[in-house]
């Protein structure tokens, strides 16, 4: 089964980043780059990204008669989706497992779901 594991950043009060600029430090992309060469490697890995920050989002609304574009979040809020995984696991108790680890890696909290 497949599983989204989505990396969340926090926005402190005053809209400061947690981490003031939105990327790992060195040494989180060396425990980042440790964590996917891992999961690769005992078959886990499907595919990984991080995202730009919310401001450079673009919403996209095409229910009505011409597609509407709003620059911007979705949401305003003090947390955003910074990153992701989406990783193979046989249950979601192994998925768990692997999410702790990459929260770990990353520095961050993850929220786990599996896909339908």
């Known amino acids: 089964m497949q599983y ?9 009060p005053g809209g400061v980043r947690e981490d003031k600029t939105g ?28 995202l730009a920050s919310p401001d450079t989002a673009t919403i996209i609304d095409n229910r009505g008669e011409e597609a509407m574009f709003t620059d911007g979040p979705f949401l305003e809020s003090k947390e955003h989706l910074g990153g992701f995984w989406i990783i193979q696991a046989p249950d979601l108790d192994v998925a768990l497992k692997l999410a702790a680890e990459g929260s770990k890696a990353c520095n961050r909290r993850v929220e786990v779901r599996p896909f339908l």
């Open 4 to 12: 989204l594991v989505s990396v969340i950043e926090q926005f402190l």
């Open 23 to 50: 990327s790992a430090t060195s040494d989180e992309m060396a425990a980042i780059n440790a964590f996917n060469d891992r999961l690769k490697a005992e078959d886990h890995w499907v595919f990984a990204g991080g």
